[in-house]
């Protein structure tokens, strides 16, 4: 799986959209691109995942961009509640593979 | 966490004796996967299942870990003559069979916390 880089944390205020970077210039043309993030020491949600076209679910967007280097991830309207760390994850889809965790982002979400 | 269920949610064992955990996958999910988190770092895969079968164990330590998927009842993750260094969070995760397109997203559990005394 191709390696991912992502800035070790960020901060956000509440209400206001959170964009979360990853880099992942080796990726695959088979390769997804997944996100999951990690709430305190809670088992880690999945959030949403693409391959080359941007995805919206009711948690969050996903920008890829054209050449599949980058993508973000985007919270419209953080909460409190969103405070965690994300993980970008290049994963190859048809095959259910392990995860490789990188060390993610920090993001902290202020009043 | 979407269904997948975990127990212990606490356990605590004294050095040498074994820890087993258990894992529920979620619904109609036939692939389990483990995970731990040792203190302040992140989380690291160890073995992926399918019914009573082991698919990748590259993560798993070489002695004294074990895991099983019976065709009934949950995943088991066992830990024989613990040590203090397997003190960590224990996480499993399920994924749903969608044929060949598959994205295999995986559902966490609320994770096993072992603490070895």
């Known amino acids: 799986d191709a390696k991912t880089t992502q800035p070790p944390s960020m901060d956000c205020a509440e209400g206001r959209a959170a964009n979360l970077p990853c880099n992942h210039s080796?990726?695959?043309?088979?390769?997804?691109v997944y996100w999951y993030r990690q709430i305190h020491s809670q088992g880690p949600q999945y959030i949403i995942h693409?391959?080359?076209n941007n995805e919206t679910n009711e948690m969050a967007s996903l920008i890829i961009t054209e050449d599949r280097k980058s993508s973000t991830l985007i919270l419209p309207h953080a909460t409190l509640r969103d405070t965690a760390v994300y993980y970008c994850?290049?994963?190859?889809?048809?095959?259910?593979?392990?995860?490789?965790f990188g060390t993610g982002t920090r993001l902290q979400v202020t009043l | 966490n979407a269904g997948v269920m975990q127990n212990p949610r606490h356990l605590v064992r004294r050095r040498g004796q074994e820890a087993r955990l258990r894992c529920s996958p979620m619904?109609?999910?036939?692939?389990v996967y483990w995970y731990r988190q040792l203190p302040e770092e992140g989380l690291k895969f160890m073995v992926y299942?399918?019914?009573?079968?082991?698919?990748?164990e590259s993560g798993m330590p070489k002695e004294r870990f074990s895991a099983e998927f019976p065709k009934e009842g949950p995943s088991i993750l066992r830990i024989q003559q613990v040590v203090r260094g397997d003190s960590a969070a224990y996480f499993c995760?399920?994924?749903?069979?969608?044929?060949?397109?598959?994205?295999?997203?995986?559902?966490f559990g609320p994770g096993t916390r072992l603490t070895v005394t």
């Open positions: 995760a399920s994924s749903p069979i969608q044929g060949a397109r598959a994205s295999y997203e995986q559902y």
């Open positions: 080796t990726i695959s043309g088979n390769e997804y």
């Open positions: 693409g391959l080359k």
């Open positions: 994850i290049v994963r190859v889809t048809g095959t259910a593979s392990k995860l490789t």
């Open positions: 619904k109609g999910h036939s692939h």
């Open positions: 299942l399918q019914k009573e079968n082991i698919i990748d």
